[in-house]
């Protein structure tokens, strides 16, 4: 099913984890050029900013064929029916392959933007074809991301694969009428936690050994919809959504209120507890999500008083934890354990602050009196999954 | 990667018992770190708070009273500037590494209040009167001071951001991304200079030794601003003179391809391809449409084609010879 050799992604998941040891220095000079030699391999996987600009190009490239291509057909008669987008899929489709297992391509920028490319013409014949929607598209989708993200291990395919399975059980569930409707948050519930519990289950298991990106990325996509499922706002919204009514309330009110509430905290003990970064940095993310659905409904105090009083609790809970770890205390360190080859190399930290402060507060010339507001926008954006 | 997969690696010997042991504790211990989690709360703290008082500000100014507002932001600025200097390490023209992340975050707090206080003067009591550009030039060298004294790369980013305002432009992304800025003369002409001046700044902190990590942030603005600006200048002018923009570019571009070549930058070497290629796709889009019959629309489609698979080529021999490098 993986379209890529497998000794040779071993080998690379072996260099990548010996290389952290190496970094941390457990593993003498030595041991390490040893273990770089005997896991060799042959993939063209280039530095993450080369990728995004081989990505870039690929996509122009693909894009302005593809337009050549279509202006010489149409010229000589009419494409307006499904084969013309489902041609180009398999052409690109068929480079891609080409690309992967002749000229060894992996996470290059090549390959997943003919990946994407790929899958989106696909599905646009689809739709040409079926006029599918809801359900019947939600399928075909589902179908083609999980085959794609199993044969490219790729982790946003794994995410689009999940999100449509969401959708499928909607949509499915929806039919059965409207006690569907009445118990939709429920099942959505439970199929995201059951996912969950199944990726924790095989997170360390053989058949996943090559799909760790996905792993990642599918148990934050569930834990996510875990809480969006039982999130008051979207609870409420879709239930007005679906019987086209305008509620004050709805049934079970306080239940969702407490989920609303009380999960992201619930996330960031168990985070804390299991020392599970997904899970506690999920919770910190949703703690924004609580307070925004709550602000939606309730309005407790000025928003300048919001912010300030928010702002002031923020930097006292860091303040506590910092001294409360200025040495390593139960397991936990406020100390960086190892450099983040990108946050080094762009200094984003940097880049984050100067374009969220640089232009708050400076003297204005023809504004005159607006003055301080500013921006703060980005909250969160310093996290990073 | 899990402990029966090193243990394979112990028995193809390639990693010693030791190592194994040294690693095996390693992931008993599990040390955990809130690093991040630590920095993106000072942030989320330092960004609430400043906007938030800002609003407050505004909001109350009629009746709090201007002096009670000013004391009030002055102290809060004094009170960081005095918890950072009591934390401060001594200066030094090499790296000094922070305290920790939350003196780091009072310090830019510190920061932010002394910029709202100079504002606030300034609209209130109007101190540098209708010398406006005192009243960026000022803050702006008062920035540079921070950033270098305490070393925060934060403060120092901003401080260029402040440099681009007081001469007039900004460093914004969604600013040099918007079509109109680069409407007149005047404003590529100064984008020019600002990029080239960070340039030499970049260049400067490196080869006299002076802060030599505060290299990559005056680099990086150094690059965008004069390749951006130099593209606005191509598009600019008419194909005659657009000629001595591109030549311009191209002496450009082989400095900072060389540079990072040099310095193994990916970053560097990837800008000035993608750049190169904008304005090389610019060239070639306005020398064909001197044709004027249909056949043109095919010429750019097949030009971008054909482009794109060479530039796709270059980029991957790039990377290869940076990585033999």
């Known amino acids: 099913m993986i379209i890529y050799n497998e000794t040779w992604l071993s080998n690379l998941r072996r260099l ?56 010489i057909v149409l010229s000589n008669g009419g494409i307006d029916n499904f084969g013309w987008p489902l041609f180009l899929a398999i052409v690109h489709y068929l480079a891609l392959e080409y690309q992967v297992r002749v000229n060894h391509h992996y996470r290059s920028g090549v390959d997943d933007a003919l990946l994407w490319i790929s899958a989106g013409l696909l599905c ?32 946003v395919m794994s995410a689009v694969c999940f999100l449509t399975f969401l959708a499928m059980v909607f949509f499915g569930w929806q039919k059965i009428g409207s006690l569907g409707n009445a118990t939709m948050p429920f099942i959505m519930m439970l199929v995201s936690a059951g996912v969950y519990r199944l990726i924790r289950l095989k997170l360390d298991s053989v058949e996943t050994r090559f799909y760790a990106h996905c792993m990642l990325v599918l148990q934050v996509a569930s834990l996510l919809s875990l809480y969006a499922a039982g999130n008051y706002f979207v609870v409420k919204e879709l239930n007005d959504m679906l019987n086209g009514t305008v509620s004050k309330s709805i049934p079970l009110g306080w239940f969702f209120w407490a989920w609303t509430v009380t999960m992201p905290l619930l996330y960031i003990y168990g985070g804390l507890k299991q020392k599970n970064a997904i899970l506690l940095r999920s919770g910190l993310l949703l703690i924004a999500a609580a307070a925004a659905t709550y602000k939606a409904y309730y309005r407790l105090m000025p928003v300048e008083y919001t912010l300030v009083l928010c ?75 | 990667m899990n402990l029966n997969e090193y243990d394979e690696l112990l028995d193809e010997g390639l990693i010693s018992a030791d190592t194994l042991d040294r690693i095996k504790k390693k992931h008993a211990a599990g040390l955990f770190s809130v690093f991040w989690e630590l920095k993106t709360m000072l942030y989320i703290g330092v960004s609430l708070l400043s906007a938030g008082l800002g609003i407050l500000i505004y909001k109350n100014i009629d009746t709090i009273g201007h002096q009670v507002i000013l004391c009030a932001i002055a102290a809060l600025c004094a009170a960081c500037f005095a918890w950072c200097s009591k934390h401060k390490k001594p200066f030094s023209y090499e790296r000094v590494e922070a305290v920790d992340s939350f003196t780091d975050y009072i310090l830019l707090l510190g920061t932010l209040s002394f910029l709202s206080f100079v504002g606030y003067l300034q609209v209130q009591y109007e101190v540098f009167g209708t010398h406006y550009g005192m009243a960026t030039f000022i803050p702006m060298l008062v920035l540079f001071f921070i950033a270098y004294s305490f070393d925060h790369l934060g403060i120092l980013t901003m401080a260029i951001a402040n440099l681009a305002i007081w001469m007039g432009v900004s460093v914004t992304p969604k600013k040099l991304l918007a079509l109109n800025t680069f409407d007149s003369e005047r404003t590529i002409y100064t984008y020019l200079i600002l990029g080239l001046l960070l340039l030499v700044a970049a260049h400067f902190s490196e080869r006299r030794n002076v802060k030599r ?26 194909y005659g003179i657009s000629l001595i923009w591109l030549g311009l570019f191209a002496v450009l571009a082989w400095l900072i391809y060389t540079d990072s070549l040099a310095r193994k930058s990916f970053y560097f070497t990837m800008l000035t391809v993608v750049y190169s290629y904008i304005l090389v796709s610019g060239f070639c889009v306005r020398s064909i449409s001197f044709i004027h019959n249909e056949s043109v629309v095919y010429l750019g489609f097949m030009y971008f084609s054909i482009s794109g698979i060479a530039f796709v080529s270059l980029l991957m021999n790039l990377n290869k010879s940076i990585k033999k490098l």
């Open chain 1, 311 to 385: 702002g002031v609790a923020a930097l006292l809970i860091a303040y506590l934890v910092n001294r409360y770890l200025s040495a390593p205390r139960n397991g936990f360190t406020r100390k960086q354990l190892r450099k983040d080859y990108l946050m080094e190399e762009l200094q984003i930290e940097s880049l984050i602050v100067s374009e969220s402060f640089s232009e708050t507060a400076v003297p204005l010339e023809e504004n005159g009196r607006e003055f301080g507001g500013g921006q703060f926008g980005g909250g969160g954006s310093g996290g990073g999954f």
């Open chain 2, 213 to 238: 990590h505060f290299f990559f942030s005056y680099h990086h603005y150094g690059v965008h601003l004069a390749y951006i600006s130099l593209l606005a200048g191509y598009f600019y002018y008419d």
């Open chain 1, 124 to 155: 646009t014949s689809f739709v040409m074809a079926t006029d599918a929607e809801g359900f019947g598209l939600a399928c075909f989708v589902f179908l083609l991301a999980g085959i794609l993200s199993l044969r490219f291990t790729d982790a």
């Open chain 1, 16 to 71: 990548h984890a010996v290389e952290q040891d190496y970094q941390d220095g457990l593993v003498p000079e030595i041991e390490w050029h040893a273990v770089q030699k005997a896991s060799e391999h042959g993939f063209y996987s280039p530095n993450v900013f080369m990728r995004v600009g081989l990505f870039a190009l690929t996509i122009i490239t693909s894009v302005f064929s593809s337009g050549l291509l279509t202006a």
